[in-house]
C-alpha cells in the first residue's frame, strides 16, 4: 500500500492554464505539507495543514492554493500557470512534533510551455 | 538567512570508502530534529536517519551515522561501506519546534554523491 501518494506523476500544460495536484496519506498523520523542488535541486516549503487549517503559509504567489477535504488529503491547485512554476512538486505527511519524519510522496513534475 | 548550509556540492568515494557529508544548522530553537534524505536519480525522496536536540547519543542506522556536534552546530552524515547504489542527492534537514515553525523542514541545498568502482 502506498503511503503517500500523487497524481498526477507528470504534468505539461500551457500558460496560462489552471491545474490541480492531487495528495493523499494513508498513515492517519494529521500534518500534510507541499514542497518545491527547483531546477537547482533546492527543496522549500510551501504550505502546511494541521487538522485542515493552513498554519503555514511562506511567500508563495496567491495563484497556489491548498485545499483540504478531509484529514487524508491535500490537493494544490495553481491559476494562471507561468514558466516559473515548472518545478517538481512532492506531498508530504507526518504526526505533529519535532521528532517524526516526513514522508514523501513521489513527486509530480510540472511543465509549463 | 538559511538555516542549513551543505558546503559540499559534489562529493566522490571509492566502493568500500566510507565518506561524510557536511551539514552545519542555524536556529535558536531548543528543540528541534535534524534528518537526512537520500534522493535517487528517480526521483523518490527516501529518509535515513533522525536526530534530535536532546538525544545524548548520536543516531545510528545500518550503514549511516549521524556525527552530532550541538556545540558547533553540525549533523554530519557518515556513510560507511559505500555502495554504488549510494549515489544520488542527499539533503540534510531541520525541523524547528513549535514557537517557529508548523513543523516543516527546512533543508539544504543538498550534496550529489557519486561512488565509483
Known amino acids: 500500500d502506498t503511503a503517500v501518494s500523487q497524481t498526477p506523476k507528470y504534468l505539461v500544460t500551457q500558460m496560462g492554464n489552471d491545474k490541480s495536484i492531487k495528495c493523499e496519506q494513508n498513515?492517519?498523520?494529521?500534518?500534510m505539507y507541499w514542497y518545491k523542488q527547483d531546477s537547482k535541486k533546492f527543496l522549500k516549503i510551501m504550505f502546511s495543514y494541521n487538522n485542515k487549517e493552513l498554519i503555514i503559509n511562506e511567500t508563495v504567489p496567491n495563484r497556489f492554493s491548498p485545499k483540504s477535504p478531509d484529514k487524508a488529503h491535500l490537493n494544490l491547485h495553481i491559476n494562471s500557470l507561468e514558466l516559473g512554476d515548472s518545478a517538481v512538486y512532492f506531498c508530504a505527511s507526518s504526526p505533529t512534533g519535532t521528532g517524526y519524519e516526513q514522508y514523501f510522496g513521489p513527486g509530480t513534475r510540472l511543465t509549463v510551455t | 538567512a538559511q538555516k542549513i548550509t551543505q558546503t559540499q556540492p559534489g562529493m566522490f568515494v571509492q566502493e568500500k570508502e566510507a565518506v561524510t557529508l557536511d551539514c552545519t544548522y542555524d536556529t535558536s530553537d531548543p528543540s528541534y530534529g535534524l534528518f537526512w534524505y537520500k534522493q535517487p536519480s528517480s526521483g523518490e525522496m527516501i529518509f535515513l536517519i533522525y536526530q534530535g536536540s536532546y538525544d545524548q547519543q548520536n543516531a545510528t542506522e545500518g550503514r549511516y551515522s549521524l556525527n552530532f556536534q550541538k556545540a558547533r552546530k553540525s549533523a554530519n552524515l557518515v556513510i560507511s561501506a559505500s555502495q554504488l547504489g549510494d549515489s544520488a542527492m542527499y539533503f540534510c534537514a531541520m525541523r524547528e519546534g513549535p514557537r517557529n515553525s508548523g513543523y516543516e523542514l527546512n533543508f539544504g541545498k543538498g550534496t550529489s554523491l557519486l561512488v565509483t568502482p
Open positions: 498513515l492517519g498523520h494529521d500534518t
